[in-house]
C-alpha cells in the first residue's frame, strides 16, 4: 500500500469497480487470483524512513514507525431487511521513541513530510519527559532485521471485492431460511469485514509490508413463545477467521441457518438444568473462550509482572521465577502452544510490531507451564529463563497494536490445545460419558482479575446420559477454579476433531486496544465440574 | 484545522490553536458535502479528538503517548436505500471520494423499509461548561509528574507498595449535519486518573479513581491515599461462605452494575417480547413498579457533574428523561424508527445515567448493618440471562466484612449471579452520590447503595 491516494489511483479503482458494479461471474475469475503483497512503495517508505531519522535525530536509541491503513466493511441486516450498510477506512502513522530507556509515542493521520516529524518530535519529547519518573531502562532482546520483508495472510477471495448486493442478499437469505421454522420471530446477521495494510520499519533496519484480511459472520436467532413468556436465543453458530470470503461461502449460512433455528426454538421448552457436578464435554466451539480466558490471559508476560494491575488484572501464573517449569496448570495431557504463524489465524502475522518474525512455541508441556507470551522488551525480563533452558534469548513475537493510533503492547498470539494421540472426536466423547451435559458455542463469561474463579455458559447445552444426547437443557454455566478445572481434564479429540475458535475483539491495556485472536481446540471432557443454574426469578 | 479545506498550507498538527476540529470548520465541511451529494439526501458525522495519556505499572512508566484523529461519516440516502462511509482524510479530494463510494453503495443496497427521514433543523442548547481550555492543551510533563505522585511513595525505600496507574487527559468535537438544514456540534474534555496499589506480598490490593471535565479538578493526592488506604487494609483476607448478604456497594460498584441499565430500556425490544420489560401477552411494563420506591433513575446532557453532549448520535437534541421514578418504569427509551411506528415521541439515545442518591451517610450505613459486605468496585459483569437483566462478576480491589456495625475484616473476593432489577428491589438506603470514574468520559453519576440479599455464589482467590 500506500497513501490512501496512490492506493485509490491505481489498485482501488480497479477493484471499486469490480466490488461495486461488476457481475459475479465475471468477478469470479479475478477474485480468485491469489493475493500476492506487493513490495513497499517509495513514497511510504520515506514517510518510514524519515519518521526514523527525526527520532534518531532528537535523540532517540531506537524507534519503529507504522503506516497502517485499516478497511473495513459491514451490512447488517435483520428478519427481510437491512439495517446498514458501512464502510470505512483510516489511515496513519504511529512512531515509538526510546531515549534514555524511556518509551513516548505520537501518532497523526496527518502523511505529510511535515506531519511525520512533528510526530516523531513529539514522540521523542514524550519519552524525554518521562525519564523524570523513570525506574529501570527499557531494554530490547536481539532480533535479526528484515530489510525487505512482504508478507500476506492466506486468502483466496479478498473481502472487499465482493459487492453489497451479493453480501446482503446471503445474509437475508439466511435470515429468511431461520424464520421459516416456527416459533422464531427475529434474526440478525451481519458480514463483517477488516483489511489491514501494515507497513512497519525500525531503527535497526527492518522495513516490512503486510497485509491481511479477518471475516466475521455473526448470527444471531431468537424464538419467542406464543404467549410472550419465553424467549430464547440462538447465537454464536459461526468463529470469526483470519481468512477471506471463501470462509464465508464455507459456512453455507443460508442452508445451516434452519437447524440453528430449530435449536432456538427447541431451547424454548427445553428443560432448566439441575444444578451439580456434572461431566463435561466442550466443543471447540465453546472451549476455545475459556482456554482464552483461563490459560491464554494468565501467560501473558505482563500481566505476570503487574503491568496490567489497573485494568486487566495480574496472573495467578506468577510470579515467574517461582512457577517456570514447576507450577502444575492442569493434566498431564494438556499441552498449550503460542502461534502467531498459523494459516488462518485471527492473530496470524508475518512480522510483528517489534519486527519479529513469530514461530511456534510451547506455553504448557504436559501439565506444567513453561513458558510466557512475550514481546522483545518482555524477553529480557526472562533471560534468565532461557539461559538455564539453553535456549536463546528472544521474543516470541506478540507485540501488536490495534491501530496506527496505538501503541504496541504485548497482546495474546493464536494459543491452542494440542490434540491427543488418540483418534477421538466429539461424538466418541458423548459415548463414553454416563452422566454430563455437552456444550457448543459461547455464552456468558466472566473471570476474575487473577484467573482463578471463572464461569462460563454456552449457546447450545445437551443432557448426556448412558453415551447418549437425551435432550437440550437451558440455564446452564459451569463454574470452577482454574487449575481444578484442568486438572479434571480426562478425555480429548485427536487430531481430526481439531476447530479454529476465535473472538475478533478481546480487550486490554489502557486505553484499551481490541485484538482478533484464533484458539485452535479439539473436544475436552472435564471430569465433575460444578454446574449452577442461572434462570432466575427473583 | 482550518486547513482541511485548503491544499495551500498544512499548518502543524500539534500546534494547531484548535485542539479539535472547530465549528466553523466543521460546517464548513459538511456544507462541502452536501454540495457535492448527488444523493436524495446527505447526512454527516464529524468526529475529532486528541488525547494525551500516561501509564504506569510495577512503579515504574510503562507507555506513554499523544494521538489525534478526525473521522468524518457520509451517509447517502437514495429512494429507501441508505449507506454509510467513513474515512480520516479530510482533503478534498477524499471527502469527494467517500461521498461518491457513499452514493454507490447506497444504489447497490436493497431498499429498507423503516428509513427515517433526517432530521430537519432543530433547537439545540450548549453545553459549553463542558469544554476545559487547560485540558485540551495540556504538555506531556505535567502528566508524568501527576505520575510521580503515585510512584514517588511506591519507591522509597523500605515501601511496601506496588502501583499501577492510568492518567488520561482529551479533548472530542462531533459535529452532525445534513442535507435537511440540521446541525449540531459540541466539544467537551475530559480528565482521567485511576489507579491500583498492591502490597508486596500479594494479598492487599486498592483501587480509586477519578474523572472530570477539567484536568485542575482531579485531587492526585486524595486519589493516591484512598487507593494505599484500600491496599493497606484489605491485606490478608480471609474466606467467608459465599450466600446471601446485605452490601454496602461504593458508587463505582453501583455504577458498574446498576449502569448496564439502559440498554434493557428500549421500548422496542419490550414490546417484541424480548427484554425484562416485556410484559405476558403482549405490550410492556411502563407505568409498573419494577423496583424499589426510593429508585430514581434518570439521564440529563445539562447536569452539572456529568456534562454531556446535548444531542444523541442521530442528532436528536437530548433533554432530562426520567426512566424510574420512585420505582415505576415511568419512561422507555423509544428510537426514532419505533417512534414512527407506534405513534410515540422519540426519547433519544441518552448519553449519561444517573442513580438518584440519599441522605444515609457512609457511617450510618456501616453502623446499621449487622452483618454484611462493603464492595468498593465490580469486574467483568456478563449477562447470563437476558430474560431478567442477570449478570455474572466478581468483587475486586477492596472487599471487606461488616459485623455489628463495624467493618471488622479483609475478605476475599466473591463471584455475584445478580440482576440490577433484583439489587434494585433490595435497597435499603442511598447515599451521597458522586461522578463514576469508569474509563472514558465520565458518564454516571451513582450513590453509596444499601442491599439487602446480594446473591454471591462462589469464592475467588484473586487479589
Redesign the interface.
Known amino acids: 500500500m500506500t497513501t490512501?491516494?496512490d492506493f485509490?489511483a491505481t489498485t482501488a479503482l480497479a477493484a471499486?469497480a469490480l466490488a461495486?458494479?461488476r457481475p459475479r461471474d465475471a468477478a469470479a475469475h479475478t477474485r480468485l487470483l491469489p493475493h500476492v503483497q506487493p513490495r513497499m512503495d517509495a513514497p511510504t517508505r520515506d514517510l518510514l524512513m524519515l519518521a526514523l531519522d527525526t527520532a534518531k535525530r532528537g535523540g532517540a536509541s531506537y524507534a519503529d514507525v507504522r503506516i497502517q491503513r485499516v478497511q473495513r466493511s459491514a451490512v447488517a441486516t435483520r428478519e427481510r431487511?437491512?439495517?446498514?450498510?458501512?464502510?470505512?477506512?483510516?489511515?496513519?502513522c504511529g512512531i515509538r521513541a526510546l531515549v534514555d530507556g524511556?518509551?513516548?509515542?505520537?501518532?497523526?493521520?496527518?502523511l505529510?513530510n511535515?506531519?511525520i516529524q512533528?510526530?516523531a518530535s513529539?514522540?521523542v519529547?514524550?519519552?524525554k519527559?518521562?525519564r523524570?519518573?523513570?525506574?529501570?531502562p527499557v531494554e530490547l532482546a536481539p532480533n535479526p532485521s528484515h530489510p525487505d520483508a512482504t508478507w500476506s495472510s492466506g486468502f483466496t477471495i479478498d473481502p472487499f471485492t465482493i459487492?453489497?448486493?451479493e453480501k446482503?442478499?446471503l445474509a437475508?437469505a439466511a435470515n429468511v431460511a431461520a424464520l421459516s421454522v416456527p416459533g422464531v420471530?427475529?434474526v440478525n446477521t451481519s458480514l463483517q469485514f477488516v483489511k489491514e495494510e501494515r507497513n512497519y520499519a525500525n531503527s535497526e533496519g527492518s522495513v516490512i509490508a503486510q497485509t491481511l484480511v479477518r471475516t466475521y459472520t455473526p448470527m444471531s436467532i431468537?424464538a419467542?413463545s406464543a404467549?410472550?413468556?419465553?424467549?430464547a436465543?440462538r447465537d454464536a453458530v459461526v468463529q470469526p477467521t483470519g481468512r477471506g470470503w471463501e470462509s464465508v461461502l464455507e459456512n453455507n449460512l443460508p442452508v445451516n441457518a434452519k437447524k440453528w433455528a430449530e435449536e432456538a426454538a427447541e431451547k424454548l421448552t427445553a428443560k432448566s438444568v439441575e444444578p451439580g457436578r456434572y461431566d463435561l464435554i466442550l466443543h471447540p466451539s465453546n472451549l476455545g473462550l475459556t482456554l482464552h480466558e483461563s490459560v491464554a490471559h494468565p501467560t501473558e508476560l505482563d500481566r505476570a509482572?503487574?503491568?496490567?494491575?489497573?485494568?486487566a488484572?495480574?496472573s495467578?501464573v506468577a510470579p515467574p521465577d517461582k512457577v517456570l517449569g514447576t507450577l502444575k496448570f492442569g493434566s498431564p495431557m494438556m499441552n498449550i502452544y503460542g502461534d502467531r504463524s498459523q494459516p488462518g489465524g485471527c492473530a496470524s502475522i508475518g512480522y510483528d510490531d517489534d519486527g519479529v518474525k513469530p514461530e511456534q512455541f510451547d506455553i504448557i508441556k504436559d501439565g506444567v507451564v513453561v513458558d510466557y507470551q512475550t514481546t522483545r522488551e518482555q524477553a529480557m525480563w526472562l533471560d534468565w529463563w532461557y539461559k538455564k533452558r539453553g535456549m536463546p534469548t528472544r521474543s516470541h513475537g506478540c507485540s501488536y497494536a490495534d491501530s496506527w493510533?496505538?501503541?504496541q503492547?504485548q497482546r495474546m498470539p493464536n494459543v491452542s490445545i494440542k490434540p491427543g494421540a488418540k483418534d477421538l472426536g466429539w461424538n466418541d466423547l458423548i459415548a463414553a460419558t454416563d452422566r454430563g451435559i455437552a456444550i457448543q458455542g459461547r455464552g456468558?463469561?466472566?473471570?476474575?482479575?487473577?484467573?482463578?474463579?471463572g464461569?462460563f455458559?454456552g449457546a447450545l447445552f445437551h443432557e448426556v446420559r448412558g453415551g447418549k444426547i437425551v435432550g437440550q437443557l437451558k440455564?446452564v454455566?459451569y463454574?470452577f477454579?482454574t487449575t481444578d478445572f484442568w486438572a479434571a481434564l480426562d478425555m480429548l479429540g485427536g487430531q481430526k476433531s481439531y476447530e479454529l475458535y476465535a473472538t475478533f475483539s478481546d480487550g486490554k491495556g489502557?486505553?484499551?486496544q481490541a485484538n482478533a485472536v484464533t484458539h485452535g481446540c479439539v473436544p475436552t471432557r472435564h471430569k465433575q465440574i460444578?454446574v449452577?443454574n442461572?434462570?432466575?426469578?427473583? | 484545522m482550518s486547513i482541511i479545506l485548503d491544499p495551500r498550507a498544512p499548518r502543524s498538527l500539534f500546534a494547531d490553536e484548535d485542539v479539535v476540529i472547530s465549528r466553523a470548520d466543521a460546517q464548513r465541511v459538511i456544507e462541502s458535502v452536501v454540495k457535492l451529494s448527488k444523493a436524495d439526501a446527505v447526512q454527516c458525522v464529524i468526529r475529532s479528538s486528541r488525547t494525551r495519556n500516561v501509564r504506569f505499572a510495577a512503579n515504574q512508566l510503562s507507555t506513554a503517548g499523544v494521538v489525534e484523529d478526525t473521522t468524518l461519516v457520509v451517509m447517502s440516502y437514495i429512494g429507501k436505500k441508505h449507506s454509510a462511509v467513513t474515512t480520516n482524510d479530510l482533503s478534498p479530494e477524499s471527502v469527494e471520494r467517500t461521498v461518491r463510494k457513499a452514493e454507490a453503495i447506497a444504489r447497490l443496497s436493497p431498499d429498507d423499509p423503516e428509513m427515517l427521514p433526517l432530521l430537519g433543523p432543530q433547537t439545540l442548547r450548549e453545553a459549553s461548561a463542558a469544554w476545559d481550555e487547560e485540558t485540551a492543551t495540556l504538555a506531556a510533563g505535567i502528566v508524568t509528574a501527576a505520575a510521580n505522585t503515585a510512584l514517588a511513595p511506591a519507591r522509597r525505600p523500605g515501601s511496601t507498595l506496588n502501583v499501577a496507574g492510568f492518567l488520561v487527559t482529551g479533548a472530542d468535537a462531533i459535529a452532525i449535519g445534513n442535507s435537511a438544514g440540521h446541525f449540531a456540534y459540541h466539544r467537551g474534555t475530559n480528565a482521567n486518573y485511576t489507579l491500583t496499589v498492591r502490597t508486596a506480598d500479594g494479598t492487599g490490593s486498592g483501587w480509586s479513581g477519578e474523572d472530570a471535565v477539567a484536568w485542575k479538578s482531579l485531587n492526585f493526592a486524595a486519589v493516591s491515599a484512598q487507593a494505599i488506604d484500600k491496599a493497606n487494609s484489605s491485606r490478608n483476607p480471609v474466606a467467608i461462605e459465599p450466600g446471601r448478604y446485605t452490601v454496602i456497594l461504593e458508587p463505582q460498584a453501583v455504577g458498574d452494575l446498576v449502569g448496564l441499565m439502559p440498554r434493557y430500556l428500549n421500548a422496542r425490544s419490550a414490546d417484541e417480547g424480548r427484554s425484562p420489560f416485556a410484559k405476558a401477552g403482549g405490550g410492556n411494563k411502563l407505568g409498573e413498579t419494577i423496583v424499589g420506591s426510593m429508585v430514581n433513575l434518570t439521564s440529563d446532557p445539562f447536569d452539572p457533574m456529568v456534562l454531556t453532549q446535548p444531542f444523541d448520535g442521530e442528532g436528536m437534541p437530548l433533554t432530562k428523561q426520567s426512566w424510574i421514578t420512585n420505582g415505576v418504569l415511568s419512561t422507555m427509551l423509544i428510537p426514532r424508527a419505533w417512534a414512527v411506528r407506534r405513534n410515540l415521541t422519540p426519547t433519544g439515545n441518552p448519553n449519561n445515567i444517573m442513580l438518584g442518591g440519599g441522605s444515609t451517610t457512609r457511617e450510618q450505613m456501616i453502623a446499621s448493618t449487622q452483618r454484611g459486605v462493603l464492595v468498593t468496585r465490580l469486574w467483568y459483569l456478563r449477562e447470563t440471562d437476558p430474560r431478567t437483566m442477570s449478570y455474572t462478576g466478581l468483587t475486586r480491589d477492596g472487599t471487606f466484612l461488616i459485623e455489628n456495625g463495624k467493618i471488622t475484616k479483609s475478605i476475599k473476593n466473591m463471584r455475584f449471579n445478580e440482576s440490577p432489577l433484583f439489587l434494585l428491589n433490595n435497597v435499603e438506603a442511598l447515599g451521597p452520590v458522586r461522578r463514576t470514574a469508569s474509563e472514558g468520559p465520565g458518564t454516571q453519576i451513582m450513590p453509596l447503595l444499601k442491599a439487602k440479599d446480594f446473591n454471591f455464589t462462589s469464592l475467588s482467590d484473586a487479589v
Open positions: 490512501r491516494r485509490v471499486g461495486l458494479g431487511q437491512v439495517l446498514d450498510v458501512i464502510d470505512s477506512d483510516t489511515i496513519g524511556c518509551w513516548g509515542f505520537a501518532a497523526t493521520p496527518r505529510t511535515e506531519g512533528r510526530a513529539e514522540a519529547a514524550t519519552a519527559a518521562n523524570i519518573a523513570r525506574d529501570r459487492s453489497v448486493e446482503t442478499s437475508i420471530r427475529f431468537t419467542v404467549d410472550r413468556s419465553e424467549f436465543v509482572y503487574g503491568y496490567e494491575a489497573n485494568y488484572g495480574t495467578f493510533s496505538s501503541v503492547f456468558s463469561y466472566s473471570i476474575d482479575q487473577q484467573r482463578f474463579n464461569q455458559g440455564d454455566a463454574q477454579r489502557q486505553p484499551g460444578n449452577i442461572t434462570g432466575r426469578k427473583a
